[in-house]
């Protein structure tokens, strides 16, 4: 996923590990979110939810949108351990 993202592949996933912390499911007007999310391990959501794909791409500025927030994600350790250690010095106030 994060190499889908990184080059605007925009990813169909179920809401589960790694994927959950890394593809955001877009809002009702799409305008936030890089992906498209189903929770359960049902063939009926993940027919919905290619079929949410398939309509929103024929948006065009929308997919196109999609795409640029998912490549705009930031995975590198640096980022990684920014938060990290923002989190550490939350912990220890």
Same mark, same amino acid.
């Given at each position: ?5 990184? @080059?605007?592949? &925009?990813?169909? #996933? ?6 959950? =912390?890394? &593809?955001?499911? *877009? +809002? ?5 979110? +890089?992906?498209? #999310?189903?929770? +359960?391990?049902?063939? /009926?959501? *993940?027919?919905?939810? #290619?079929?949410?794909?398939?309509? !929103?791409?024929? =948006? /065009? $500025? ?11 994600? =930031?995975? !590198?350790?640096?980022? !990684?351990?920014?938060? @990290? !250690? $923002?989190?550490?010095? =939350?912990?220890?106030?």
């Amino acid at each position: 996923q994060m190499y889908a993202l990184a @080059y605007g592949t &925009v990813p169909i #996933v179920r809401a589960t590990g790694g994927l959950v =912390d890394t &593809v955001t499911p *877009l +809002n009702a007007d799409k305008t936030e979110g +890089n992906g498209f #999310v189903f929770k +359960n391990y049902d063939a /009926k959501e *993940l027919t919905a939810v #290619v079929h949410e794909a398939a309509e !929103s791409f024929k =948006d /065009k $500025e929308t997919w196109k949108s999609i795409m640029q927030r998912g490549m705009k994600a =930031d995975f !590198s350790w640096a980022a !990684s351990a920014k938060q @990290y !250690s $923002e989190m550490y010095y =939350d912990v220890m106030k």
